[in-house]
């Protein structure tokens, strides 16, 4: 799993490369930080293609790769063409809208179809917990369930069993329940057992529907036997519909969080699928429920504890006495799993002759019962001489359309247009978007030093504890010569704190002496004047690299010129002979982009302000 949040740009959260733990999985998406900014849809979907999918190390392992885009808002910028291209590259696209501020249109452009299958939609965010168990159905059935189940004017998506478990190669075939019907008549010598990883290569989904159409004949519908088994490796039970003829009931099995299996047992109403005649069961399976049907007749509804996925590395089993390998003899006309829960609702029981339901056809026929015989199977005759050329028969119904054919080939590039007319100045466009930080730039050479200016001389001092106005500045006196430094003195008593004098001229330096006490602070001296630049110094060393400068602003977008005038068309091919009506294709990939044209004269130029 993996998390992309997206506004303005998108940001990859969890990349698909972790195998984290469901526990830890929501705890990441729990500390994800808020993005806030605009809604670029579009650009994220592209995002995930271009840098989620195709990064994944199992992306040539992977059968089902899907995509959940959740909004809130329409997105400002173009979402078909990033939805088409993701759909084009096999990654099947869900769309779940929140709150009032989507469009249905855009959801239905970024899903796949039909909408009513890939698009969902959440009353706010506080809500959205309610859709999780249909979202939670819907992405089990995209990726365990591949198989398209051709039923009526649609296809479903689910198992079928006759199919997958060899039943049409193994058995020997018979006439079903109505003379357009076929089944197939199992025999104890008739092993059908395959793997369970062939079967359901990633397991059952939390929902589906059982659905099987058969007779019990003779000592069977006596017997207790599994119609249907899903084993572990150990030979445990993860799944079964099993028939009890000595106590007419039909039993449902499954997985349990608590024990090792748990099991139901619809003890009424199941009486007359022992009577040697057609019947069909139904078993509809929910995370909480199991619903039984006979001859779509609602039987009973009970409660399941809550399941655990199988294990893959079992058997699966068709007709199995409780308890051994041995088969059980009978006839199977329909045996099927459904992903879709709401299939229990469509699926009739039409080829049963005595179901009454305005959905089944009028042109029903009854095949003939044949009665029970305990007799001894003799040697095949010869073969009868062919019987007569039969009527024609009734125009089949419309099959399923097709896969999406093959990209055709680029068609050859039209001749450049004339240049266009000079167009006029358009109106100044919107502000563009905020720009990337730019590249970091390289330090520049240090300046060189100017030369100190002269100090100016000190202004007077003021009287004591006032401070007096700043004198105009003086101008500076020439430096006088070093007098010569006179003989040390004895020193004398202290005498009274005199006037401050005026300021002799500077002498030698003489040593450092020792540190005397600090003195008052003086007052400032008057502001010299500025001084005239001196030459510039030498260069000076590398000095340490400054703070990282802001972004600038974003650039004001250019107008957009007019199109140029389309090229003329080219002559037209020798008309071919016409072809059959086929079918409607799918809508085809996006081509690639053809040649650009000439370019048109320049317009007259433009001032842009900033």
Same mark, same amino acid.
């Given at each position: 799993?993996?998390?992309?949040?997206?506004?303005?740009?998108?940001?990859?959260?969890?990349?698909?490369? #972790?195998?984290?733990?469901?526990?830890?999985?929501?705890?990441?998406?729990?500390?994800?930080?808020?993005?806030?900014? $605009?809604?670029?849809?579009?650009?994220?979907?592209?995002?995930?293609?271009?840098?989620?999918?195709?990064?994944?190390?199992?992306?040539?392992?992977?059968? $089902?790769?899907?995509?959940?885009?959740?909004?809130?808002?329409?997105?400002?910028?173009?979402?078909?063409?990033?939805?088409? #291209?993701?759909?084009?590259?096999?990654?099947?696209?869900?769309?779940?809208?929140?709150?009032?501020?989507?469009?249905?249109? #855009?959801?239905?452009?970024?899903? $796949?179809?039909?909408?009513?299958?890939?698009?969902?939609?959440?009353?706010?965010?506080?809500?959205?917990?309610?859709?999780?168990?249909?979202?939670?159905?819907?992405?089990?059935?995209?990726?365990?369930?591949?198989?398209?189940?051709?039923?009526?004017?649609?296809?479903?998506?689910?198992?079928?069993?006759?199919?997958?478990?060899?039943?049409?190669?193994?058995?020997?075939?018979?006439?079903?329940?109505?003379?357009?019907?076929?089944?197939?008549?199992?025999?104890?010598?008739?092993?059908?057992?395959?793997?369970?990883?062939?079967?359901?290569?990633?397991?059952?989904?939390?929902?589906?529907?059982?659905?099987?159409?058969?007779?019990?004949?003779?000592?069977?519908?006596?017997?207790?036997?599994?119609?249907?088994?899903?084993?572990?490796?150990?030979?445990?039970?993860?799944?079964?519909?099993?028939?009890?003829?000595?106590?007419?009931?039909?039993?449902?099995?499954?997985?349990?969080?608590?024990?090792?299996?748990?099991?139901?047992?619809?003890?009424?109403?199941?009486?007359?699928?022992?009577?040697?005649?057609?019947?069909?069961?139904?078993?509809?399976?929910?995370?909480?429920?199991?619903?039984?049907?006979?001859?779509?007749?609602?039987?009973?509804?009970?409660?399941?504890?809550?399941?655990?996925?199988?294990?893959?590395?079992?058997?699966?089993?068709?007709?199995?006495?409780?308890?051994?390998?041995?088969?059980?003899?009978?006839?199977?006309?329909?045996?099927?799993?459904?992903?879709?829960?709401?299939?229990?609702?469509?699926?009739?029981?039409?080829?049963?002759?005595?179901?009454?339901?305005?959905?089944?056809?009028?042109?029903?026929?009854?095949?003939?019962?044949?009665?029970?015989?305990?007799?001894?199977?003799?040697?095949?005759?010869?073969?009868?001489?062919?019987?007569?050329?039969?009527?024609?028969?009734?125009?089949?119904?419309?099959?399923?359309?097709?896969?999406?054919?093959?990209?055709?080939?680029?068609?050859?590039?039209?001749?450049?247009?004339?240049?266009?007319?000079?167009?006029?100045?358009?109106?100044?466009?919107?502000?563009?978007?905020?720009?990337?930080?730019?590249?970091?730039?390289?330090?520049?050479?240090?300046?060189?030093?100017?030369?100190?200016?002269?100090?100016?001389?000190?202004?007077?001092?003021?009287?004591?504890?006032?401070?007096?106005?700043?004198?105009?500045?003086?101008?500076?006196?020439?430096?006088? #010569?070093?007098?010569?430094?006179?003989?040390?003195?004895?020193?004398?008593?202290?005498?009274?704190?005199?006037?401050?004098?005026?300021?002799?001229?500077?002498?030698?330096?003489?040593?450092?002496?020792?540190?005397?006490?600090?003195?008052?602070?003086?007052?400032?001296?008057?502001?010299?004047?500025?001084?005239?630049?001196?030459?510039?110094?030498?260069?000076?060393?590398?000095?340490?690299?400054?703070?990282?400068?802001?972004?600038?602003?974003?650039?004001?977008?250019?107008?957009?010129?007019?199109?140029?005038?389309?090229?003329?068309?080219?002559?037209?091919?020798?008309?071919?002979?016409?072809?059959?009506?086929?079918?409607?294709?799918?809508?085809?990939?996006?081509?690639?982009?053809?040649?650009?044209?000439?370019?048109?004269?320049?317009?007259?130029?433009?001032?842009?302000?900033?």
């Amino acid at each position: 799993v993996a998390v992309v949040q997206y506004s303005d740009t998108p940001r990859l959260e969890i990349p698909l490369q #972790e195998n984290q733990a469901g526990a830890e999985l929501i705890q990441a998406i729990r500390s994800i930080a808020y993005l806030g900014g $605009n809604t670029q849809t579009g650009r994220a979907i592209r995002f995930a293609v271009d840098h989620v999918f195709s990064s994944s190390h199992r992306t040539s392992q992977v059968k $089902n790769r899907i995509a959940v885009v959740i909004t809130d808002g329409k997105s400002q910028d173009d979402v078909v063409d990033a939805s088409m #291209e993701a759909r084009a590259q096999g990654i099947t696209v869900f769309a779940v809208g929140v709150g009032s501020e989507i469009t249905t249109s #855009e959801l239905v452009s970024i899903a $796949n179809k039909p909408p009513s299958t890939y698009v969902l939609y959440a009353q706010d965010y506080t809500t959205i917990d309610r859709i999780r168990d249909a979202m939670e159905q819907k992405l089990c059935e995209e990726s365990l369930c591949p198989t398209q189940i051709p039923v009526a004017s649609r296809d479903e998506k689910g198992f079928e069993l006759m199919v997958g478990m060899k039943i049409e190669t193994k058995a020997q075939k018979i006439v079903g329940s109505l003379v357009s019907e076929a089944a197939y008549a199992l025999t104890a010598s008739v092993d059908i057992t395959e793997n369970t990883r062939e079967i359901f290569p990633e397991g059952l989904p939390p929902s589906y529907v059982f659905v099987s159409t058969l007779r019990l004949k003779g000592s069977s519908r006596k017997l207790t036997f599994d119609l249907w088994r899903v084993l572990s490796k150990d030979g445990e039970i993860q799944a079964a519909v099993t028939l009890s003829g000595k106590d007419e009931t039909v039993t449902f099995t499954t997985t349990s969080t608590t024990n090792t299996e748990q099991s139901v047992t619809f003890r009424v109403g199941f009486q007359t699928l022992f009577d040697e005649h057609w019947h069909q069961v139904k078993l509809l399976i929910r995370p909480h429920q199991v619903i039984s049907f006979l001859d779509d007749q609602l039987i009973q509804e009970v409660l399941l504890e809550p399941m655990e996925p199988i294990y893959i590395n079992g058997k699966t089993q068709v007709s199995k006495r409780r308890g051994a390998d041995s088969t059980v003899p009978v006839e199977i006309q329909k045996l099927r799993l459904y992903c879709d829960p709401h299939q229990s609702e469509r699926e009739t029981a039409c080829e049963i002759f005595s179901v009454d339901d305005d959905r089944c056809s009028l042109n029903r026929t009854v095949a003939a019962e044949e009665e029970d015989c305990n007799c001894a199977t003799g040697p095949p005759g010869l073969r009868g001489p062919p019987g007569r050329m039969g009527f024609r028969g009734e125009k089949g119904r419309t099959g399923p359309p097709g896969a999406d054919g093959k990209p055709g080939k680029n068609g050859e590039p039209g001749e450049s247009g004339p240049p266009g007319l000079s167009g006029k100045m358009g109106e100044r466009g919107p502000s563009g978007q905020r720009g990337e930080p730019g590249l970091k730039g390289s330090k520049g050479d240090r300046g060189e030093r100017g030369l100190p200016g002269e100090p100016g001389p000190p202004g007077p001092k003021g009287l004591p504890h006032e401070r007096g106005e700043t004198g105009p500045p003086g101008e500076a006196g020439s430096k006088g #010569e070093p007098g010569p430094p006179g003989s040390d003195g004895l020193a004398g008593p202290p005498g009274a704190k005199g006037m401050r004098g005026l300021p002799g001229a500077a002498g030698q330096r003489g040593p450092q002496g020792e540190r005397g006490l600090p003195g008052q602070k003086g007052a400032p001296g008057t502001k010299g004047t500025l001084g005239i630049p001196g030459p510039p110094g030498l260069p000076g060393e590398d000095g340490r690299d400054g703070p990282k400068g802001r972004c600038g602003d974003p650039g004001v977008a250019g107008s957009r010129g007019l199109p140029g005038q389309k090229g003329s068309m080219g002559e037209p091919g020798i008309p071919g002979l016409p072809g059959a009506a086929g079918l409607p294709g799918f809508k085809g990939h996006k081509g690639e982009r053809g040649s650009n044209g000439a370019p048109g004269s320049h317009g007259a130029p433009v001032s842009v302000g900033t």
